[in-house]
């Protein structure tokens, strides 16, 4: 027994709402109804496609709230009038070199 093509996209939608509906799947709905279930199928994957362009989901923002970082430690260090700013986190032997330049001003 030949099936029927589904027709157009008119075709394809109401065929595609009737499985949707009947909660049988597509292939043993087709054989019920006497549809060619490639044909359904098909139709399924281009108006599928054609809907997720057509109207994209509105896109959702979620809020991310980050704990608070506390800043590192910064220690000042004079020699005379200059003040160099040196972060827990220094290097000592850079430390060592801009404290001579400082120094030599």
Known sequence: MERR???????????????????????????AHGVDA?????????????????APAPVRFIELVAPPVEPAPVYPVRIGRFEVQVPAHFDEARLVRLLRVVAAC
């Open 38 to 54: 490639r044909s359904l199928n098909a139709w399924r994957l281009t108006v599928g496609r054609r809907d997720a362009t057509a």
């Open 5 to 31: 093509k589904i027709q157009d996209e008119d075709d394809a939608r109401a065929c595609l709402a009737e499985v949707a509906q009947s909660g049988l799947e597509r292939a043993a709905w087709a054989r």
